[in-house]
């Protein structure tokens, strides 16, 4: 009996939990650059849908990865991304109906363009976004006073030049010159003479 007693005081080990617990080597530094990548590669609608293609959406365990990965979003891991689009993608992909939707070609081709306009005019873009605006105050300003009229100058005589003749009919286009002939004109001349 005294043997079961000391069993009942005696903390019992579960099968899974480990006597020694994982010690990552490099303190968590792979995990983090292979995370880090796999966010950057959703910045590519064409990876999302080879995703959707391959049923990983249909995958609760790859659900609830998509979801630990928010953690991208915070301001000290934010600063890693090269591609904010990837963050934009990671949020989408929250949705069950934006996954669904990515398994279609014309979905991919929709947000592939989308991308690329953004892309295009994402210089215009920011600054709408970060030019500062004129306060309410500024915007009704009184109008500037008109600049006090110049003196006249006193017209000096001048020699009148002749006016510029045209070659060819008013309104039609000045003869082209062709630099081709010119040059063989220029090598004869030289020959001969």
């Known amino acids: 009996m005294d043997s ?5 005081d005696r903390p ?24 880090l990548e796999f966010v950057q590669c959703l ?14 959406f249909e995958d609760e365990a790859f659900i609830g990865y998509l979801k630990y990965l928010q953690y991208w979003q915070r301001p000290e891991y934010i600063k890693f991304i090269m591609y904010p689009h990837c963050l934009f993608f990671l949020e989408l992909l929250q949705n069950a109906n934006f996954r669904n939707a990515m398994a279609h070609p014309g979905s991919k ?5 989308q991308q690329y306009f953004f892309w295009k005019n994402y210089r215009y873009n920011r600054l709408k976004h970060i030019a500062p605006r004129p306060l309410p105050e500024a915007a009704v300003a009184p109008p500037p006073t008109p600049p006090a009229p110049m003196p006249p100058m006193p017209v000096a005589s001048a020699p009148t030049l002749p006016p510029m003749q045209v070659v060819g009919q008013p309104g039609s286009a000045p003869p082209k010159v062709d630099m081709r002939n010119s040059m063989v004109d220029r090598r004869k001349r030289k020959k001969e003479g």
């Open 4 to 8: 079961s007693k000391e069993d009942a």
């Open 43 to 56: 910045a590519n609608p064409a990876y999302i849908h080879y995703l959707a293609q391959n049923r990983y």
């Open 109 to 113: 081709e929709l947000a592939h363009r």
């Open 12 to 35: 019992t080990e579960s099968p899974s939990a480990p006597k020694h617990p994982y010690k990552d080597p490099d303190d968590g530094r792979q995990r983090f650059l292979l995370e």
